[in-house]
């Protein structure tokens, strides 16, 4: 495994491996062929509404055992429509003190089988930073196990391969 990556936000060589991984969008709606993309949902960088289906943008953090920090998964979230309106209410002001409300993980995670459609919980933050999601607690997968608990890095690793392998 490489100990760089070319970051595609930016396009730059960043030294170290990356630490977190993002989806442009719900995997329902990616799959919509491109050219028919824009004409059945209408979507920013954060928010998604894919023929009455409704979708917001957040983070999925896993912590790393043996080092800093975490591994952040830039995910989407289904929720529902007054879900997503509490959102908008909230999207230029801070929401942290907001109570959690819940959705629906939207993507399939590499190295975590079935993690599309795991419930969750969604915790606003400030008009800056996306809201963090939360597997609830009674959820046994690995995701939400390591979600809670870590991940050492051999763990990683494997996430890491399974990303790159995706990508290929």
């Known amino acids: 495994m490489q100990s760089h990556f070319v970051c595609s936000i930016c396009g730059d060589t960043h030294e170290g491996l990356p630490t977190d991984w993002a989806y ?38 896993v912590p790393f055992l043996e080092a800093q920090g975490s591994f952040g998964w830039g995910v989407w979230a289904e929720v529902d429509l007054s879900v997503f309106k509490r959102y908008l209410d909230f999207y230029d002001t ?27 919980k969604i915790q606003f ?6 809201p963090v999601f939360t597997l609830r607690q009674e959820d046994l997968g690995c995701l939400a196990s390591e979600q809670r608990g870590g ?10 391969k399974s990303i790159e392998a995706r990508r290929n």
């Not at 990616?30 to 409704?54: K, N």
């Not at 933050?125 to 996306?130: D, L």
């Open 125 to 130: 933050q400030t008009q800056t930073e996306r």
């Open 24 to 61: 442009t969008l719900p995997d329902v709606v990616w799959a919509v062929p491109a050219e028919a993309r824009a004409e059945a949902a209408q979507f920013t960088d954060d928010l998604c509404d894919y023929g009455g289906r409704f979708f917001i943008r957040g983070l999925l953090l």
């Open 151 to 160: 991940m050492n890095s051999a763990r990683y690793h494997e996430v890491l």
């Open 94 to 120: 801070d929401g942290t003190n907001e109570p959690p409300l819940e959705g629906t993980l939207a993507n399939e995670l590499p190295a975590y089988a079935s993690s599309a459609g795991l419930p969750l």
